[in-house]
């Protein structure tokens, strides 16, 4: 009902939209979505679904007001203007991604939910933005955001640089939290689809039912807003709101164990239509390994090719708003049949794990381990790592050790924590040498808490945040020299420049640190019985111990002093 | 403590403690020893109760149905086992593949001191094959494992080829909110500490072994395996770990619950429960049942593979298939059964276990003797040490005082000096050290010179060098003092008691039972000794003989009772395997018992030969 008379509203404003389009020329918001399919070697499936609005004004010019809102949603943009954010970034995330088996993600988030924001530099007050902010969206989001302080934000030097127009480089308007412990949830899904133009009533956004999303191995769901271009001589700025769903299904939990995957089985829909609101609606097929490894049908004419995270893919393109997609049934659900066992798959030229070494409830010792899978090209990575307060790093333990030689970093970063202030923070810029594994260990030990800091469940460990490991990776299509099958043999003599390499941010697994703890489950009986024990007990012992004795005379009997007060009177010796 | 202050009410205290000295030790012996004896009966014990609410209260239904293909998957383990001479890696690693599961392998190899004669390997060299079933949607903070060991010969074919079979049904499911680990390992022991070792990066037992590529987080859970058989008739409960210590109540608990569920005999030390406390077999039969877990757990060493893994935080527990001659019989669906519905209720778990009890004895599986309830019986022992010091420094301090009293008495002995007192104690600690350092390395100098093997080498020098120090020239204060005084003796023994004291407390808090063995016969000789005192009796209440009578009782216990000579070869093969588990898995009573114990009762053997 509220997207007819959405429609409805705007279809009977023309003129509305005619002086928008008067005042800027060749410039009206703007709704793309697309959805991206990737068959997985081990049978799994990747979807990945992109809203893109953009909407057409500069709130940040001085004197500007904005009141009006047409495709973007107008929750989140009065947190922009009224924050004066540059650029928001936050993503939630059930899950972690299974770089070795599933490849690179499209847009790479952490467990739990992260947030970076860019503010502009003529905020006074950063840290109270950000305070205000992050409850604002929390309220938005439905999430525990508000949890987010000054113990777990940290202002990375050179890990999250903005991704939009601009080129700020002073962190200190820069602001980076994560929450390892979030958990993501329908109560999440349903305000991040409230936000898009549609709703989840038309267009891509019907196959986001929840009981199917959150029936797979990994889900992610993200919202970045930056400012961009408008044209190409970026004459005018316009924002950007790019709202991402990422989500894999299990071959082996969907039952079944026929490797043939379909829309319906899927999201239990098929599409029928593109968002009214869209000017453009597509779902991609990746089909590079199509036919060794599967069939799709329908088959499309319409193929795509582009080079994706240093890959040459090829993708069967469906125009959802052309109706022949829809065929005659006016539905279109997409079928991938796997043809016997998916081939190798080739290893991530970059990955990362990360756990904690050593046992007992005192110290232990973080591992991060970074590969580099490139047979010959070494590259430098920025290692990122966030560490609480209450893990004490001792900072000179720390070892960068590549092939069983020590690894000098070029750039270290190392801003110490502060009690129950801020946590560590440590960057470092290490370069790779090819085909390695380059292991980062730091000592740490765990200290101990008051006990009201203690979590409601403190025998279930403390999170630690992933860390983030951000490089630029040499293609695959750089890497392949010999590679002249359908380039002409000028252009590929040298490298092209913008495929030579790609960005890359790889996020390793949180932590989950078990801190000594003290037994909850009797602290009355606890306190009372020591208390006790340190009353009674010490109290009568130093008392025994400072206490020095004498022996007094033993009192004499009645008779006797009676005797002795008579013998006094007579001068008597006295009897003892 | 006005009792104290007050000098008049002191000295007929000291003057009460002193007279009746030794009728309240006596006293407090016999408590001490009915005590224990009586936590076995069952109106003493408490029911068990499942502690943990994430546990209790969620019910999970299991449908685990794949038993029968289990069975025809150990033949097949078993061919393939017999083909590769070993642990069948590939086909293992093919295995879990095909089953989705990530899985990793790690090689590991490890050069014994000497040459372990039960098991019948020097160095070994092995592969253990993991594979992590990741759960849906979580972080890969949290992880359960299940191990099954891959052992030669015949065994435990079933528990390899039934986790197999879980691990396929397990990755079907939606549910699982920790990562779940199945780990075979090769070598049982060996191989799961290498396993640990390379999980945690640690090396504590130079070990050398790969690096492990696949970790899942920190453990929350352990379940160890072994099913030898199709069919069972009763599933064991193991749980005495390394160092004697238990997993967290909770997991014993658990498996009780679900043996009650599914109709499942289940026994612990091998021994079925029974119903009739108030009879005397019944009281028995419980008594037998904790006197074989103070046994296991005294001896400090990992009774299964879980044992290693309490270590690090992991609560662990061996389940054990038995087959005996009853006709009632369980099947490989049941047994998987109760372990899908113990391993989701452990994937339900919000913290690790920790809300029942670490510290407590099992006369039967559904009851459980605390740590407050058995305390008190290594209490009224050790209190006799201390009674007998404060005798002897009252006897020590008496003429002093008397001194002070400014009477003009004979001048009395000087006390004796420091070196009196050092000397033995450095002598004694000396031969404890010899005796722990000594067996292992001298090893090779005796199989050149005896015909013996390195194992007998090493086991003789341990018992050569523990006889020889009873021959140490302990009396080397008449050197320093000429003749050996009466208070030199007693100050001697008031340092030894105390020591013992000391010593013995300190192991019943880590681990009771040796702690309580160990005074049940140390404290009597100890507390008695006088220069007067037969050697004899002496030597047949030392550590030695103590764990000589441990190995009888313990065959006793088991119905399998042995001959003196077989009794000598088990007592043999003890020390080996003791000085073997600290070598290799870092078991902590061979040092205490050497670098200790034994120098203590030294000190107190050395009083013996004072005049």
Same mark, same amino acid.
């Given at each position: 009902?509220?997207?007819s008379?959405l429609?409805?509203h705007?279809?009977?404003?023309?003129?509305l939209i005619?002086?928008?389009?008067?005042?800027?020329p060749?410039?009206?918001?703007?709704?793309?979505?697309?959805?991206?399919?990737?068959?997985?070697?081990?049978?799994?499936?990747?979807?990945s679904?992109?809203?893109?609005?953009l909407?057409?004004?500069?709130?940040l010019?001085?004197?500007?007001?904005?009141?009006?809102y047409?495709?973007?949603?107008?929750?989140l943009?009065?947190?922009?203007s009224?924050?004066?954010?540059?650029?928001?970034h936050?993503s939630?995330?059930q899950?972690?991604?299974?770089?070795?088996?599933?490849?690179?993600?499209?847009?790479?988030?952490?467990?739990?939910?992260?947030?970076?924001?860019?503010?502009?530099?003529t905020?006074s007050?950063?840290?109270?933005?950000?305070?205000?902010l992050?409850n604002?969206?929390?309220?938005?989001?439905?999430?525990s955001?508000?949890?987010?302080?000054?113990?777990?934000?940290?202002?990375?030097?050179?890990?999250?640089?903005?991704?939009?127009?601009?080129?700020?480089?002073?962190h200190?308007?820069?602001?980076?939290?994560t929450?390892?412990r979030?958990i993501?949830?329908?109560e999440?899904?349903?305000p991040w689809?409230?936000l898009?133009?549609?709703?989840?009533? =038309?267009?891509l956004?019907?196959?986001?039912?929840?009981e199917?999303?959150?029936?797979s191995?990994?889900?992610?769901?993200?919202?970045?807003?930056?400012?961009?271009?408008?044209d190409?001589?970026?004459?005018s700025k316009?924002w950007e709101?790019r709202?991402?769903?990422?989500v894999?299904f299990?071959?082996?939990t969907?039952?079944?164990?026929k490797?043939e995957?379909?829309?319906?089985?899927?999201?239990?829909?098929?599409?029928t239509?593109?968002?009214?609101?869209?000017t453009?609606?597509?779902?991609?097929?990746?089909?590079?390994?199509?036919?060794?490894?599967?069939?799709?049908?329908?088959?499309?004419p319409?193929?795509s090719?582009?080079?994706?995270?240093?890959?040459?893919?090829?993708?069967?393109?469906?125009?959802?708003?052309?109706?022949?997609t829809?065929?005659? %049934?006016?539905?279109?659900?997409?079928?991938?049949?796997?043809?016997?066992?998916?081939?190798?798959? %080739?290893?991530p030229?970059l990955?990362?794990?990360?756990?904690?070494?050593?046992?007992?409830?005192?110290?232990?010792?973080?591992?991060?381990?970074?590969y580099?899978?490139?047979?010959?090209?070494?590259?430098?990575?920025?290692l990122?790592?966030?560490?609480p307060?209450?893990?004490?790093?001792?900072?000179h333990t720390?070892?960068?050790t590549?092939?069983?030689?020590?690894?000098?970093?070029?750039?270290?970063?190392?801003?110490?924590?502060?009690d129950?202030?801020?946590?560590?923070?440590?960057?470092?810029?290490?370069?790779?040498?090819?085909?390695?594994?380059?292991?980062?260990?730091v000592?740490?030990?765990r200290?101990l808490?008051?006990?009201?800091?203690?979590?409601?469940?403190?025998?279930?460990?403390f999170?630690v945040g992933s860390?983030v490991?951000s490089?630029?990776?040499p293609?695959?299509? =750089?890497?392949n020299?010999?590679?002249t099958?359908?380039?002409p043999?000028?252009?590929?003599?040298?490298?092209?420049?913008e495929?030579s390499?790609?960005?890359?941010?790889?996020?390793?697994?949180?932590?989950l640190?078990?801190l000594?703890?003290p037994?909850?489950?009797?602290?009355?009986n606890?306190?009372?019985l020591?208390?006790?024990?340190?009353?009674v007990?010490?109290?009568?012992f130093y008392?025994l111990?400072?206490?020095?004795f004498?022996?007094?005379?033993?009192?004499?009997?009645l008779?006797?002093?009676?005797?002795?007060?008579?013998?006094?009177?007579?001068?008597?010796?006295?009897l003892? | 403590?006005?009792?104290?202050? *007050?000098?008049?009410?002191?000295?007929?205290?000291t003057?009460?403690?002193?007279?009746l000295?030794?009728?309240?030790?006596?006293?407090c012996y016999?408590a001490?020893?009915?005590?224990?004896?009586?936590?076995?009966?069952?109106?003493f014990?408490?029911?068990?109760?499942m502690?943990e609410n994430?546990?209790?209260?969620?019910?999970v239904?299991?449908?685990?149905?794949?038993?029968?293909?289990?069975?025809s998957l150990?033949?097949?383990?078993?061919a393939?086992k017999?083909?590769?001479g070993?642990m069948?890696?590939?086909w293992l690693v093919k295995?879990m593949?095909?089953?989705?599961?990530?899985?990793f392998?790690?090689?590991?190899s490890?050069?014994?001191?000497?040459?372990?004669e039960?098991?019948?390997?020097?160095?070994?060299?092995?592969?253990?094959v993991?594979?992590?079933?990741?759960?849906?949607?979580?972080?890969?903070?949290?992880a359960l494992?299940i191990?099954?060991?891959?052992?030669p010969?015949?065994?435990?074919?079933?528990?390899?080829?039934?986790?197999l079979?879980?691990?396929q049904?397990?990755r079907?499911?939606?549910?699982?909110?920790?990562?779940i680990?199945?780990?075979v390992?090769?070598?049982d022991?060996?191989?799961?500490?290498? +396993?640990?070792?390379?999980?945690?990066?640690?090396?504590?037992?130079?070990y050398?072994?790969?690096s492990?590529?696949?970790?899942?987080?920190?453990?929350q859970?352990?379940?160890?395996?072994?099913?030898?058989s199709?069919?069972?008739t009763?599933? *064991?409960?193991v749980l005495e770990?390394?160092?004697?210590q238990l997993?967290?109540?909770?997991?014993?608990n658990?498996?009780y619950?679900f043996?009650?569920?599914?109709?499942?005999?289940?026994?612990?030390?091998?021994?079925?429960?029974?119903?009739?406390?108030?009879? $005397?077999e019944?009281y028995?039969?419980?008594?037998?049942?904790?006197m074989l @877990?103070?046994?296991?757990?005294a001896?400090?060493?990992?009774?299964?593979?879980h044992?290693?893994?309490?270590?690090?935080?992991?609560e662990? $527990?061996?389940?054990r298939?038995?087959?005996?001659?009853r006709?009632?019989?369980?099947?490989a669906t049941?047994?998987g059964?109760?372990?899908?519905? @113990?391993?989701?209720?452990?994937?339900n778990l919000?913290e690790?276990?920790?809300?029942?009890?670490?510290?407590?004895?099992?006369?039967?599986l559904?009851?459980?003797?605390?740590?407050g309830?058995?305390?008190?019986?290594?209490?009224?022992?050790?209190?006799?040490?201390?009674?007998?010091?404060?005798?002897? +420094?009252?006897?020590?301090?008496?003429p002093?005082?008397?001194?002070?009293?400014?009477?003009?008495?004979?001048?009395?002995?000087s006390?004796?000096?420091?070196?009196?007192v050092?000397?033995?104690?450095?002598?004694s600690?000396?031969?404890?050290?010899?005796?722990?350092?000594?067996?292992?390395?001298?090893q090779?100098?005796?199989?050149?010179?005896?015909?013996?093997?390195?194992?007998?080498a090493?086991?003789?020098?341990?018992?050569?060098?523990?006889t $020889?120090?009873?021959?140490?020239p302990?009396?080397?204060q008449?050197?320093l003092s000429?003749?050996g005084?009466?208070?030199? +003796?007693?100050?001697?023994?008031?340092?030894?008691?105390?020591?013992l004291?000391?010593?013995?407390?300190?192991?019943?808090l880590?681990?009771?039972?040796?702690?309580?063995?160990l005074?049940v016969t140390?404290?009597p000789?100890t507390?008695?000794i006088t220069? $007067?005192?037969?050697a004899?009796?002496?030597?047949?209440?030392?550590?030695?003989?103590?764990?000589l009578?441990?190995?009888?009782i313990?065959q006793?216990?088991i119905?399998a009772?042995?001959?003196?000579?077989?009794?000598?070869?088990?007592?043999?093969?003890?020390i080996s395997?003791g000085?073997?588990d600290?070598?290799?898995?870092?078991?902590?009573?061979y040092p205490?018992l050497?670098?200790?114990i034994?120098?203590?009762?030294? @000190?107190?053997?050395?009083?013996l030969?004072w005049?």
């Amino acid at each position: 009902f509220r997207l007819s008379s959405l429609i409805g509203h705007i279809s009977t404003c023309p003129s509305l939209i005619g002086q928008c389009c008067q005042r800027h020329p060749g410039s009206v918001d703007e709704f793309q979505e697309e959805l991206v399919i990737r068959p997985l070697h081990s049978g799994d499936i990747y979807a990945s679904f992109q809203f893109r609005t953009l909407w057409d004004t500069d709130f940040l010019q001085e004197g500007q007001k904005v009141s009006h809102y047409r495709l973007f949603p107008k929750s989140l943009g009065q947190v922009l203007s009224k924050f004066s954010v540059r650029e928001l970034h936050i993503s939630f995330t059930q899950g972690f991604w299974r770089t070795m088996q599933w490849g690179q993600p499209f847009i790479p988030s952490p467990p739990g939910a992260e947030l970076w924001v860019w503010f502009h530099d003529t905020v006074s007050d950063v840290d109270g933005n950000w305070k205000e902010l992050t409850n604002v969206l929390s309220g938005i989001f439905c999430a525990s955001l508000n949890f987010i302080d000054l113990t777990n934000t940290v202002q990375p030097s050179a890990s999250f640089k903005p991704l939009g127009l601009g080129n700020a480089t002073d962190h200190r308007f820069l602001r980076y939290a994560t929450l390892p412990r979030e958990i993501v949830c329908t109560e999440n899904l349903t305000p991040w689809k409230k936000l898009l133009p549609c709703g989840s009533k =038309a267009g891509l956004a019907v196959l986001l039912k929840s009981e199917k999303l959150f029936h797979s191995s990994f889900h992610s769901q993200a919202v970045h807003i930056r400012p961009v271009c408008q044209d190409e001589q970026c004459t005018s700025k316009a924002w950007e709101l790019r709202q991402t769903l990422n989500v894999v299904f299990d071959l082996y939990t969907a039952g079944q164990g026929k490797k043939e995957w379909s829309l319906f089985k899927m999201f239990s829909r098929t599409l029928t239509e593109a968002c009214p609101l869209a000017t453009s609606s597509k779902v991609y097929v990746d089909i590079t390994d199509n036919p060794e490894l599967f069939e799709l049908s329908p088959a499309t004419p319409l193929l795509s090719q582009a080079v994706v995270l240093g890959d040459r893919r090829t993708y069967s393109v469906f125009d959802l708003t052309r109706a022949e997609t829809f065929g005659q %049934l006016r539905s279109l659900n997409l079928l991938l049949r796997w043809k016997g066992d998916g081939g190798e798959m %080739l290893r991530p030229l970059l990955h990362a794990e990360r756990y904690v070494a050593g046992f007992g409830l005192q110290t232990g010792e973080i591992h991060t381990v970074i590969y580099n899978n490139h047979p010959y090209r070494a590259f430098p990575v920025l290692l990122m790592d966030s560490v609480p307060w209450y893990l004490q790093l001792y900072i000179h333990t720390l070892t960068v050790t590549s092939k069983s030689r020590d690894n000098k970093p070029s750039y270290i970063h190392y801003q110490p924590a502060k009690d129950r202030h801020r946590p560590h923070l440590l960057e470092m810029l290490i370069q790779l040498p090819p085909h390695s594994m380059t292991e980062v260990t730091v000592q740490f030990e765990r200290a101990l808490l008051k006990w009201t800091e203690y979590t409601p469940d403190p025998n279930h460990g403390f999170y630690v945040g992933s860390s983030v490991v951000s490089a630029l990776v040499p293609s695959m299509v =750089a890497m392949n020299t010999n590679f002249t099958q359908d380039q002409p043999l000028f252009s590929s003599f040298v490298p092209v420049k913008e495929e030579s390499s790609y960005f890359v941010r790889v996020y390793t697994e949180p932590l989950l640190v078990n801190l000594p703890t003290p037994d909850f489950s009797m602290p009355y009986n606890v306190i009372c019985l020591t208390c006790t024990v340190v009353a009674v007990g010490y109290g009568s012992f130093y008392n025994l111990l400072t206490r020095t004795f004498q022996v007094d005379e033993p009192s004499l009997p009645l008779a006797k002093r009676l005797a002795n007060l008579i013998r006094r009177i007579r001068g008597v010796p006295l009897l003892t | 403590m006005g009792l104290l202050s *007050d000098p008049s009410r002191r000295k007929v205290l000291t003057g009460l403690l002193t007279r009746l000295n030794t009728p309240i030790c006596i006293v407090c012996y016999l408590a001490g020893i009915v005590w224990f004896m009586g936590l076995a009966f069952e109106p003493f014990t408490l029911r068990t109760y499942m502690s943990e609410n994430a546990m209790g209260s969620t019910m999970v239904e299991e449908r685990f149905s794949s038993g029968e293909r289990a069975l025809s998957l150990a033949k097949e383990f078993d061919a393939h086992k017999r083909k590769a001479g070993g642990m069948p890696v590939e086909w293992l690693v093919k295995a879990m593949q095909s089953r989705g599961l990530e899985v990793f392998t790690q090689s590991f190899s490890r050069k014994l001191p000497f040459p372990d004669e039960n098991k019948e390997r020097y160095m070994v060299r092995g592969t253990n094959v993991y594979g992590i079933l990741r759960a849906p949607r979580a972080p890969r903070t949290e992880a359960l494992v299940i191990t099954a060991p891959c052992s030669p010969g015949n065994t435990n074919n079933q528990a390899v080829a039934l986790l197999l079979a879980l691990a396929q049904y397990f990755r079907n499911q939606i549910y699982w909110a920790k990562d779940i680990i199945f780990l075979v390992n090769e070598h049982d022991l060996i191989g799961t500490q290498a +396993w640990l070792e390379g999980y945690h990066h640690t090396n504590i037992t130079e070990y050398i072994s790969g690096s492990l590529r696949g970790r899942a987080g920190s453990i929350q859970a352990a379940l160890s395996l072994e099913l030898s058989s199709d069919v069972i008739t009763s599933l *064991d409960l193991v749980l005495e770990g390394l160092n004697g210590q238990l997993p967290n109540l909770d997991l014993a608990n658990l498996f009780y619950a679900f043996c009650q569920k599914l109709g499942v005999l289940c026994t612990i030390q091998g021994k079925l429960q029974r119903n009739d406390w108030d009879t $005397a077999e019944g009281y028995t039969h419980a008594a037998q049942t904790m006197m074989l @877990m103070v046994l296991k757990q005294a001896c400090g060493r990992s009774w299964g593979d879980h044992g290693l893994f309490l270590r690090y935080h992991i609560e662990a $527990a061996s389940v054990r298939g038995i087959n005996s001659f009853r006709h009632y019989k369980t099947d490989a669906t049941t047994i998987g059964r109760l372990l899908e519905g @113990m391993v989701r209720k452990l994937n339900n778990l919000l913290e690790r276990l920790h809300q029942s009890y670490f510290f407590y004895l099992l006369p039967s599986l559904s009851r459980f003797v605390s740590i407050g309830y058995y305390m008190p019986a290594f209490g009224l022992l050790a209190v006799i040490l201390l009674l007998r010091a404060l005798d002897l +420094w009252v006897h020590l301090g008496a003429p002093a005082l008397a001194a002070v009293d400014g009477v003009t008495e004979a001048e009395q002995p000087s006390s004796p000096g420091v070196l009196t007192v050092l000397t033995p104690v450095v002598i004694s600690h000396l031969t404890g050290v010899a005796l722990y350092l000594l067996p292992v390395h001298l090893q090779e100098m005796a199989v050149e010179h005896f015909p013996v093997s390195e194992t007998e080498a090493v086991v003789l020098t341990a018992i050569a060098i523990y006889t $020889a120090g009873l021959a140490l020239p302990h009396n080397t204060q008449r050197l320093l003092s000429g003749e050996g005084t009466e208070q030199g +003796w007693k100050v001697l023994k008031l340092t030894a008691l105390l020591y013992l004291a000391v010593l013995l407390g300190c192991t019943a808090l880590i681990n009771f039972s040796l702690g309580f063995i160990l005074a049940v016969t140390l404290v009597p000789i100890t507390a008695s000794i006088t220069p $007067a005192l037969y050697a004899l009796v002496m030597v047949l209440l030392s550590p030695a003989f103590t764990i000589l009578y441990c190995v009888f009782i313990y065959q006793e216990l088991i119905e399998a009772p042995v001959s003196v000579s077989e009794g000598w070869m088990l007592f043999l093969s003890v020390i080996s395997q003791g000085i073997l588990d600290h070598a290799l898995y870092g078991s902590l009573v061979y040092p205490l018992l050497a670098l200790f114990i034994y120098p203590c009762w030294l @000190m107190f053997w050395n009083i013996l030969f004072w005049n």
